[in-house]
């Protein structure tokens, strides 16, 4: 029986065509709503609808422009009136629309329409294409798909977005607004039950300190506490004087209103400071402006502090056993420290006005960080890193139970009213079993990735310059520890950096692509216990090293690391060596101090701790293992899956591009080819069978079709005897090819190549079993059987003598040597 894959909608960032003022809660029942799900299209998050009223699959014009999909003239156009109430619409144009949901991937014909209900309508055609099977009660479509079985489900609840007749779009509103004297426009939020639960949980400890959790900050200065913000300068340097910006007549009046508001709340004064640096404004989101200081002259000459900063990492390895999480925000918190008395001056500032300096610390200044971060470290020493963390002005409240977390909570909520700190209200969120802190998701299944901040790499566009890799590697860089082999997929496009001129090859977008769906279906790291013991899988491959550390089978962190030129040249064993010891060296905080298990798939490696002697490089790898204590164990490589897919098919890419002068070749060879002409006229109308045209290139299933030319011999070639392959047999081979490439006679013809490959019969000799050894008799006395065996291509000496003779005594195993002439 065939197994069934449920495909629900895919989760993203919806694109938007046109913004809506009213968003309604879906009525749970499917007894009314027609089907709507979410698709992917070209790398954005579509709604889709299946509709079997619809005599044609549709597919937005609006996201036809948006996404800059090609079209091509509709074969027969014709006019609808049933889209577009007001008037007729004429199709002329049709898309061919390649979009996934989850694993299931389609290309259709779509005719170009204007329409607001949905980005893409699959209609009667794609229904009738795919033989579909809809269940009315459960609204869900079933069909077959490469041989397998497909359930499409429709949204859920939380998701859909109502059909309503009362929906008002934004150019309507304008519409009517225009023609009105005034207006009023009502926007419906859906309310989050589960935060409202959360904090009604612990609503009655917040109304105990109002004075903490204040909407404003008090009209006055901080108290003198003893973490205070001090400026140094350096010995000897210029005090500088820059004069002030030229600003708009509206930007003068609103930097003076806030240098007001300043004044009258007491954190800054007149100065007559000969240290002076220019004030401006900053606009906000919302259109309004924000002043800032450009403190650039003053930070040169400042003696920098050298305060650590806790390392995001560490902060939540303390999390283990935490269900239970409060989230906690400074209202303006460098605002509520004060300048150390006497340094004032050096924060002075001018505008048109005048010179002021300030009495609290202001932001911009180079040490201002490491300040907040001394306070925050002071004020809640009594419970850091026991049920309380701190980073700058998130402070993040942890507890294994709720009856804990209240206490917890309290108890950092005197701190905070005993030290005079206020709290942003708005910004907190409280006893949440998950919530997002620092870019990730918390919770008691372990750490994830926060999807709002890693839409922005699902979404980036593929680079055009240096500038473009740079800035999208160090992006997804961020959440690296999530991905398996992170070094060794970004490998093609690090590669790009080295070279003198920019130039995106194939290798490089697959690469690009890789890298956002790994992003996009990230795993959930566990929390490491440091009760339990650690376990380490090491892998390494000729692009790089991978690691996974683990405990009780669930990944806690991922390691990878590209290999440079030199060690890519390393023997095997120094390779899975090399591997060992920067998974240690990078995991040494969790490793240094407990045991643990370190396993490994190459064999010789179980015995380094027993070798005599040691190379050079192997003695110094093996003086940094020796701080460790841990079992290492082997596992076959097809056990030690995780580690040991170290993206091997970028290396059999690599290898054909140094080869082949590219796969663009073969796009023209489709239309005459034997094997695949007709099936290639057939997949220009759509689809056939497993059959399928993508970028120009014909496949048949995921695997790349291959016509009839010189590259069969070559991808052959590489599969049995390239940098991948050590001369696999036939059936390895065979497997090897069959992941990216097919071509009908493929088993034939690998099976003919290695069977008249001559390094392989040298080397693959078959021998018959030479039967039992017979041993030689034991001599009775000395010097009656001996032995002889020859020393030859020795360096020739003066008397003309190249060779040994080495004859033995078999009873006394005494030995006599004489020189020879090797003569033949």
């Known amino acids: ?5 449920v495909i629900s909608a895919d989760e993203g960032s919806l694109l938007v065509l ?11 029942c499917q007894r009314h709503s027609i089907f709507q799900t979410r698709c992917t299209v070209g790398g954005k998050v579509c709604q889709m609808i299946i509709d079997s009223g619809s005599c044609e699959n549709v597919v937005s014009a609006t996201m036809v422009s948006k996404l800059e999909l090609p079209t091509v003239d509709h074969p027969k156009p014709y006019t609808l009136s049933w889209i577009k109430k007001e008037n007729e619409v004429q199709v002329s144009k049709r898309c061919l629309v390649s979009f996934s949901i989850g694993n299931y991937a389609e290309q259709v014909w779509c005719d170009v329409v204007p329409m607001d209900a949905c980005h893409l309508l699959l209609g009667r055609p794609w229904k009738f294409d795919k033989k579909t099977v809809h269940d009315g009660k459960a609204n869900t479509y079933s069909f077959k798909h490469q ?32 023609e009105a004297t005034f207006g009023f426009a009502l926007v419906i939020l859906a309310t989050n039950e589960a935060q409202t639960n959360e904090d009604t949980v612990v609503r009655d400890i917040l109304e105990e300190y109002p004075d903490v959790l204040s909407s404003v900050l008090p009209s ?14 350096v010995p000897g340097s210029v005090i500088p004087n820059r004069p002030a910006y030229q600003l708009r007549p509206e930007e003068q009046a609103e930097l003076k209103r806030q240098v007001e508001e300043l004044l009258n709340k007491g954190f800054i004064r007149h100065s007559v400071s000969p240290c002076a640096v220019p004030a401006l404004l900053v606009p906000k989101r919302d259109g309004s402006y924000r002043m800032c200081i450009d403190s650039r002259a003053v930070n040169k000459i400042t003696v920098k502090y050298r305060f650590p900063i806790p390392r995001i990492d560490d902060i939540f390895d303390q999390l283990q056993g935490a269900t239970i999480f409060s989230k906690l925000d400074l209202r303006s918190g460098y605002h509520q420290i004060r300048m150390r008395p006497g340094d004032e001056w050096k924060t002075a500032f001018k505008t048109h006005d005048g010179l002021y300096k300030w009495l609290i610390m202001p932001f911009g200044l180079t040490n201002a960080p490491s300040t907040f971060m001394r306070l925050m470290n002071h004020v809640l020493q009594p419970f850091l890193y026991k049920f309380v963390i701190a980073y700058f002005d998130d402070v993040l409240v942890y507890s294994a139970n709720l009856q804990d977390h209240r206490i917890h909570l309290r108890r950092v909520l005197d701190l905070f009213r005993e030290q005079q700190l206020f709290i942003n209200l708005e910004k907190c969120q409280f006893a949440a079993s998950q919530i997002t802190f620092l870019g990730y998701q918390l919770s008691a299944e372990g750490l994830k990735i926060d999807l709002d901040k890693v839409e922005a790499v699902r979404s980036w566009p593929v680079p055009q310059s240096f500038t473009d890799i740079r800035r999208f590697h160090g992006l997804a860089s961020f959440y690296r520890r999530f991905i398996k082999d992170f070094s060794t997929i970004a490998a093609p496009m690090t590669e790009i950096l080295r070279a003198n001129q920019f130039e995106w090859n194939p290798a490089a977008q ?6 956002k769906q790994r992003l996009s279906s990230t795993p959930t790291l566990n929390l490491p216990d440091f009760d339990q013991a650690f376990e380490v899988e090491c892998d390494a491959s000729n692009v790089g090293i991978g690691a996974v550390l683990t405990q009780g089978g669930h990944p ?12 890519r040249k390393y023997s095997t064993y120094d390779k899975e060596f090399y591997a060992i010891v920067r998974a240690l060296q990078h ?19 179980r015995y380094l701790c027993h070798q005599k002697k040691l190379k050079a490089r192997h003695a110094k790898w093996s003086e940094s293992l020796s ?10 490589g097809h056990h030690n899956q995780v580690a040991d897919a170290l993206s091997r098919r970028y290396v059999l890419l690599q290898t054909l591009q140094n080869k082949v002068i590219g796969f663009e070749v073969i796009r023209d060879l489709y239309t005459e080819d034997a094997d695949f002409g007709n099936i290639w006229q057939q997949c220009l109308q759509g689809p056939f069978n497993l059959f399928h045209i993508k970028d120009g290139y014909l496949f048949f299933k995921q695997r790349m079709c291959v016509p009839n030319c010189s590259l069969r011999l070559t991808l052959i070639s590489e599969s049995h005897e390239g940098n991948l392959a050590g001369h696999f047999g036939r059936e390895k081979t065979i497997e090897l090819l069959c992941e990216n490439f097919f071509w009908p006679s493929l088993r034939k013809h690998v099976g003919r190549f290695v069977q008249n490959c001559q390094v392989c019969k040298r080397a693959k000799t078959t021998s018959t079993n030479a039967g039992l050894y017979t041993p030689l008799p034991v001599p009775s006395s000395p010097w009656v059987e001996i032995s002889i065996d020859f020393v030859v291509g020795l360096p020739r000496t003066q008397r003309n003598k190249d060779s040994i003779m080495v004859v033995v005594d078999r009873f006394s195993m005494k030995k006599k040597k004489y020189s020879l002439t090797f003569t033949f």
Do not use: G
């Open 556 to 567: 806690i962190a991922y390691f990878s690391e590209k290999l440079s030129d030199a060690r």
């Open 627 to 636: 701080a460790f204590h841990y079992v290492l164990k082997h596992k076959a």
């Open 510 to 515: 697959t690469s690009f692509e890789e890298l």
């Open 587 to 605: 995991w040494s905080h969790y490793l240094l101090s407990n045991e643990f298990v370190l396993f490994s798939d190459h064999e010789a490696l």
């Open 18 to 28: 046109r913004r809506l003022l009213s968003s309604h809660k879906e009525d749970s």
């Open 147 to 178: 041989n397998q079985r497909i359930m499409l489900v429709p949204l859920q609840e939380s998701t859909a977005v109502k059909a309503s007749p009362q929906l008002l779009t934004r150019s309507l509103f304008l519409k009517a607004f225009r």
């Open 220 to 233: 006055r200065l901080p108290p003198e506490r003893q973490i205070q913000h001090a400026v140094e300068f």
């Open 1 to 5: 029986m065939t197994e069934t894959t």
